[in-house]
């Protein structure tokens, strides 16, 4: 029987250790390798509806084995995982009971994120909406879906997907069927989603790749993956009071401001 360990007060759940994001986080004593660990504490089952909740979390560092380690201390409801899994599987995620945790997989090892706000998910849901009629005949702009990049499974904030990956039986996309990931920086995930999402993209052959940040200003990036390489080009940044001349992988303007949920 699989024994389950209650992510309870003070608990810490050591989600695998992710190159380079415990010092981009904000650490300046993290090293490159460290480890990245999620702390839960004193949760009471309500969730956060403003993004400004997830500005409180506290970032700190502490020794640990002789390395430093990023600390996120979140308040958020409690959630039972297995303590016996050496290496996830997408079949393990599905195995999790629902909660308001995003939970993906990477490299084997689970990463668990604070749930995005309300301000967030309008914000990809609104440029959804500006994109909707440039997508080329036989694909489709969907929200939050997982991409197999075996051995991580990815979720990000909107996909351009081919039409047939979307059956009831499909709750995994392989990269032929995805051309286009985008992710909302959140303020839980700031380098994941700047560093480590975009990494394993472009390392799976993902084309393109969009970056909509939130702070110090609204802002898209967008990024293309040139034949052969394992890494990302930047196309261009646009901020709010600008448009975006989009012309891969399809013709679009995107006006900026526009994303904004609150104008």
């Not at 996120?72 to 009971?97: G, I, N, S």
């Not at 969907?142 to 990956?165: K, N, W």
Request: glycine share 4%.
């Amino acid at each position: 029987m699989r024994r389950h360990a209650p992510c309870s007060t003070r608990l810490r759940a050591r989600i695998g250790r992710i190159p380079g994001i415990s010092r981009s986080a904000g650490c300046p004593q993290a090293r490159p390798d460290s480890p990245v660990v999620h702390i839960s504490r004193s949760a009471d089952g309500s969730r956060p509806t403003d993004q400004q909740e997830w500005r409180h979390a506290e970032q700190q560092c502490e020794t640990h084995e002789n390395r430093r380690i990023q600390m996120v201390v979140v308040d958020m409801p409690a959630v039972e995982l297995p303590t016996d899994l050496e290496r996830w599987t997408f079949d393990d995620l599905l195995a999790l009971p629902e909660s308001i945790w995003r939970f993906e997989i990477v490299d084997g090892g689970l990463l668990m994120t604070p749930p995005p706000s309300i301000f967030h998910d309008a914000i990809w849901l609104r440029l959804r909406d500006q994109i909707r009629d440039a997508i080329p005949a036989g694909y489709v702009a969907h929200g939050p879906t997982a991409v197999d990049l075996d051995p991580s499974y990815l979720i990000p904030d909107l996909v351009v997907l081919r039409h047939e990956a979307v059956r009831p039986s499909r709750n995994l996309l392989v990269i032929p069927e995805t051309l286009l990931v985008v992710e909302v920086v959140s303020p839980g995930s700031v380098s994941i989603d700047r560093i480590l999402k975009p990494a394993k993209y472009a390392e799976a052959g993902i084309p393109h790749f969009w970056r909509v940040e939130l702070q110090p200003e609204l802002s898209l990036t967008a990024y293309a993956l040139p034949d052969g390489a394992r890494t990302y080009t930047e196309v261009g940044t646009w901020a709010a009071g600008q448009t975006a001349p989009i012309r891969a992988p399809f013709e679009v303007d995107i006006e900026i401001a526009e994303l904004a949920p609150d104008r």
